[in-house]
């Protein structure tokens, strides 16, 4: 994780930064960092919050950015669905995109081992560390690091270079070129939700990938 730290704390500062400039108290956005632990979710709700959009409004945003952790969620039941529910819930409140690709890149086999959760909670506490620092920075130094530096594009950066190293097949590739496809696509569509778009569409097409290779040959073929 201390490869990407400096990504995951760029992407954490500008968004403390927008949440700075959003106008909103400052005891109610340091909660929300505290607590949401999304940054996506929080820059997308930041100007609803601020206009004094409906609650539901607000939650129905979050909730359509946040979908792709019901992915991560299912893929590491495997791993940690046998430990108690409080156990799980206090896993579930550290899980990250980056923290899922690396875990899955280190444990490919989806089964419990005794040195899964040493190397979860090494992950989520560089995560977590470097998120809310740089968050709770811009949060006080908001008038002083102007939004408009782009640092959270290097957040963006440290995803896609982490998520590349994972396409080493024929199958990863031509799900993730269709995740992209997806992505631009459907990038008009409100709240974010181009990027439920591209994982569907990559889950579905790598699905598809799966049965076509399994499926037997043809009578009359070898």
């Not at 909730?63 to 991560?72: D, K, P, Q, T």
Request: proline letters at 7%; hydrophobic letters at 60%; glycine letters at 10%.
């Amino acid at each position: 994780m201390l490869g990407t730290a400096i990504g995951i704390g760029a992407w954490g500062l500008i968004t403390g930064v927008a949440m700075g400039n959003s106008g909103l108290p400052m005891a109610a956005m340091v909660m929300m960092s505290l607590l949401v632990f999304a940054g996506s979710a929080q820059l997308a709700v930041l100007p609803l919050m601020s206009s004094g959009a409906p609650l539901w409004v607000v939650w129905a945003t979050a909730l359509c950015v946040n979908l792709r952790f019901v992915i991560f969620s299912a893929g590491w039941r495997p791993y940690f669905g046998h430990f108690p529910l409080r156990r799980r819930l206090w896993l579930a409140y550290f899980a990250a995109d980056l923290n899922y690709v690396l875990f899955m890149r280190r444990f490919p086999e989806p089964r419990p081992a005794p040195e899964q959760l040493p190397y979860y909670w090494g992950g989520v506490a560089c995560n977590w560390t470097a998120w809310q620092v740089p968050a709770m920075a811009g949060l006080f130094l908001a008038e002083a690091v102007p939004v408009h530096w782009g640092f959270g594009f290097a957040g963006t950066l440290a995803l896609l270079g982490v998520g590349l190293s994972l396409v080493s097949d024929r199958a990863t590739s031509v799900a993730a070129g269709v995740a992209a496809c997806a992505a631009v696509a459907a990038f008009a569509l409100p709240f974010k939700l181009n990027i439920v778009v591209a994982i569907a569409a990559a889950v579905a097409m790598g699905l598809l990938m799966e049965r076509t290779a399994g499926s037997p040959p043809a009578r009359g073929q070898t």
